[in-house]
């Protein structure tokens, strides 16, 4: 069977990440070897970026997010995946992108979001406030729900504000995803 060739580097932390994914795709990749991204790193990032585009593929837990977020405020620009947590865990409840299945894997790469350093939103933090997305008992598992249909992961309420600020996630796909969610819990 043909892997299809991604375009994009890859930026994963570990070894065991680029398996999975060579698994899946004729991939490049850059492994950060874990949360404490170095500076060679970073500038071998902003390379891969300006020369061939970067997806930014971390695991979906806390070292996960932290490593994009010092990714994205060094390199800006870079697109990212989101993969969900539960598609993300292995038998023994550890969570990493080298657990997950080919289709999961394909998932969160074909919902690639690309960042942008300027524009409008299209849903502001008024729109996620008046959704019941944050502060109140049902707002983290809302929030949990939303992220897994937008593709976004699932962000607490700081990230979310930004994760839907930086993707551009539209008025449209917004009240799509909300309108599932209520009619799920109907």
């Known amino acids: 069977m043909m892997r299809k060739?991604?375009?994009?580097?890859?930026?994963?932390?570990?070894?065991?990440?680029?398996?999975?994914?060579?698994?899946?795709?004729?991939?490049?990749?850059?492994?950060?070897?874990?949360?404490?991204?170095?500076?060679?790193?970073?500038?071998?990032?902003?390379?891969?970026?300006?020369?061939?585009?970067?997806i930014v593929f971390t695991d979906p837990d806390f070292p996960g997010d932290r490593i994009r977020a010092r990714i994205n405020e060094r390199v800006p620009g870079c697109k990212q995946a989101y993969l969900p947590r539960a598609d993300a865990k292995d038998k023994r409840g550890k969570i990493g992108v080298e657990h997950a299945s080919p289709e999961a894997i394909e998932r969160a790469l074909g919902a690639v979001y690309e960042t942008e350093e300027q524009h409008d939103a299209e849903v502001t933090r008024e729109m996620i406030l008046a959704a019941d997305l944050i502060g109140g008992p049902a707002a983290s598992k809302r929030r949990k729900r939303l992220g897994q249909l937008l593709a976004i992961g699932e962000p607490n309420a700081k990230q979310l504000v930004k994760r839907v600020a930086s993707i551009r996630i539209t008025k449209q796909e917004w009240e799509d995803a909300l309108k599932q969610i209520e009619e799920e819990q109907d």
């Open 5 to 54: 060739r991604l375009k994009e580097v890859i930026v994963v932390e570990g070894r065991d990440d680029t398996t999975r994914l060579q698994e899946v795709f004729d991939v490049d990749t850059i492994e950060t070897n874990g949360s404490a991204v170095n500076e060679q790193t970073l500038q071998r990032i902003a390379k891969a970026l300006e020369r061939r585009g970067v």
